[in-house]
């Protein structure tokens, strides 16, 4: 019988993912942060991992070529969702997606006197809708990484970025200027491949789910 393949994002999901399957009887037959191999069989026979740049989770789960994913709410919302169900908040990889500007740069005096704001992101497309959403027009500038220092550099206004602990605005001297979103990962199923190879996936799928509820169980109890 063919595995079950589990797209996982790599980065800091990974370290938060991993436990959780372990908790869900999965664990790779190698540490997936350290070895080089791309497909990593797991102690549940049914069960096979990869491990992805975040950003390709959903394309990989889009076309079946992974059952099962885990993704964060912030890359699927830029990747649309489509051909996707996202049945399960995996409760990991909590952080927040704000608005950020640096400390000296008045935004509530700019936003006010309509000014032309220019703001860096990854998340064009969540950032477009935020604004428009508020009437603002606003100047998007795609990056791929290291946001923070769009301000520095005189590159952007702001920024549309992820907060976890704060310490990196902290350290680039920004603060967060407009909260957009809570932000966690989700167990990201191929919709045809539940239908039609529902006796191997159901079960891996229920596994990780029975895992959250367990913790939420537990959290509940305490
Ligand atoms: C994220 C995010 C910030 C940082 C925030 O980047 O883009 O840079 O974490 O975390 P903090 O509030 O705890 O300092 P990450 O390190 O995940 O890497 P990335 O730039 O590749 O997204």
């Given at each position: 019988?063919?595995?079950?393949?589990?797209?996982?994002?790599?980065?800091?999901?990974?370290?938060?993912?991993?436990?959780?399957?372990?908790?869900?009887?999965?664990?790779?037959?190698?540490?997936?942060?350290?070895?080089r191999?791309?497909?990593l069989a797991?102690?549940?026979?049914?069960?096979?991992?990869?491990?992805?740049?975040?950003?390709?989770?959903?394309?990989?789960?889009?076309?079946?070529?992974?059952a099962?994913?885990?993704?964060?709410?912030?890359?699927?919302?830029?990747?649309?969702?489509?051909?996707?169900?996202?049945?399960?908040?995996?409760?990991?990889?909590?952080?927040?997606?704000?608005?950020?500007?640096?400390?000296?740069?008045?935004?509530?005096?700019?936003?006010?006197?309509?000014?032309?704001?220019?703001?860096?992101?990854?998340?064009?497309?969540?950032?477009?809708?935020?604004?428009?959403?508020?009437?603002?027009h606003?100047?998007?500038?795609?990056?791929?990484?290291?946001?923070?220092?769009?301000?520095?550099?005189?590159?952007?206004?702001?920024?549309?970025?992820?907060?976890s602990?704060?310490?990196?605005?902290?350290?680039?001297?920004?603060?967060?200027?407009?909260?957009?979103?809570?932000?966690?990962?989700?167990l990201?199923?191929?919709?045809a491949?539940?239908?039609?190879?529902?006796?191997?996936?159901?079960?891996?799928?229920?596994?990780?789910?029975?895992?959250?509820?367990?913790?939420?169980?537990?959290?509940?109890?305490?």
């Open positions: 019988m063919p595995t079950v393949t589990i797209a996982l994002s790599k980065g800091r999901i990974l370290d938060e993912t991993l436990p959780l399957l372990a908790e869900a009887g999965i664990v790779p037959v190698e540490d997936p942060r350290s070895s191999r791309l497909i797991t102690s549940d026979a049914r069960a096979s991992v990869v491990v992805l740049r975040a950003t390709d989770v959903p394309t990989y789960v889009q076309y079946g070529a992974a099962l994913g885990v993704a964060g709410r912030d890359v699927l919302l830029e990747h649309g969702g489509d051909g996707l169900y996202q049945p399960v908040d995996l409760g990991i990889g909590r952080c927040r997606l704000v608005v950020a500007a640096h400390r000296s740069y008045d935004w509530a005096h700019s936003v006010q006197r309509g000014a032309r704001i220019r703001v860096a992101t990854k998340y064009v497309r969540v950032a477009r809708e935020h604004f428009a959403a508020k009437g603002m606003v100047d998007l500038i795609k990056l791929y990484g290291s946001m923070e220092l769009a301000p520095l550099a005189g590159l952007a206004d702001a920024i549309v970025d992820l907060v602990t704060g310490n990196t605005l902290k350290a680039n001297d920004l603060v967060a200027v407009e909260d957009i979103m809570p932000i966690s990962s989700r990201i199923v191929n919709p491949a539940l239908k039609l190879r529902r006796a191997e996936v159901k079960p891996v799928h229920d596994a990780i789910e029975a895992a959250v509820a367990a913790r939420g169980a537990a959290g509940a109890g305490r």
